[in-house]
């Protein structure tokens, strides 16, 4: 019964890796790589491409209205943003709801004052791999991925912190 609990285990692991990724820190694909750009509109109404942050640290934080872990963490998120905003980070909301209107609502509704772009056609989402909510990537300066976070759970923020410092000052 040990060995069938053991084997069964084993094969969760590998079934089912999104489900384990709850851990913000698992590696992903895309860390070491040179970040895929992309054009979103905005909630401003303008697009927004990624390669104009070039010489930022930028963190792309994807998101859906019925994310409840996004909507916790998104206060959170904008005042790490706020801080550090004037010393070279960005931070771009990628929402994937297929209604732009209820994203808008909830990124107002929060007070949220990063940019909030539109994935409506989940083709970034593709680019990133995106598989679960939210997920949120840190880009260094020379726009490559440094930093993949699957999930959210209170207290992530303390090691995007940590990660941004250390990416504005390289």
């Given at each position: 019964?040990?060995?069938?609990?053991?084997?069964?285990?084993?094969?969760?692991?590998?079934?089912?890796?999104g489900?384990?990724?709850?851990?913000?820190?698992?590696?992903?694909?895309?860390?070491g790589?040179?970040?895929p750009?992309?054009?979103?509109?905005?909630?401003?109404?303008?697009?927004?491409?990624l390669?104009?942050?070039?010489?930022?640290?930028?963190?792309?934080?994807?998101?859906?209205?019925?994310?409840?872990p996004?909507?916790?963490?998104m206060?959170?998120?904008?005042?790490?943003?706020?801080?550090?905003?004037?010393?070279g980070?960005?931070?771009?909301?990628?929402?994937?709801?297929?209604?732009?209107?209820?994203?808008?609502?909830?990124?107002e509704?929060?007070?949220v004052?990063?940019?909030?772009?539109?994935?409506?056609?989940?083709?970034?989402?593709?680019?990133?791999?995106v598989?679960?909510?939210?997920?949120?990537?840190?880009?260094?300066?020379?726009?490559?991925?440094?930093?993949?976070?699957?999930?959210?759970?209170p207290?992530?923020e303390e090691k995007?912190?940590?990660?941004i410092?250390?990416l504005?000052?390289?």
């Amino acid at each position: 019964m040990k060995r069938m609990k053991v084997v069964l285990l084993g094969v969760l692991l590998v079934a089912m890796p999104g489900f384990f990724a709850g851990s913000s820190f698992a590696s992903s694909g895309l860390t070491g790589q040179e970040a895929p750009d992309f054009v979103l509109k905005s909630a401003s109404g303008t697009n927004m491409r990624l390669s104009e942050y070039r010489g930022n640290v930028v963190m792309i934080n994807f998101w859906a209205t019925w994310c409840g872990p996004c909507r916790q963490e998104m206060p959170l998120l904008d005042d790490l943003y706020s801080r550090y905003e004037r010393v070279g980070f960005s931070l771009l909301g990628v929402n994937i709801d297929d209604d732009s209107s209820r994203a808008m609502q909830m990124a107002e509704e929060l007070g949220v004052s990063f940019p909030v772009l539109f994935d409506e056609r989940k083709e970034v989402s593709k680019l990133y791999q995106v598989e679960a909510m939210p997920v949120t990537v840190l880009v260094d300066r020379e726009g490559k991925v440094r930093h993949v976070h699957l999930g959210y759970k209170p207290g992530y923020e303390e090691k995007y912190l940590t990660e941004i410092r250390s990416l504005l000052r390289e």
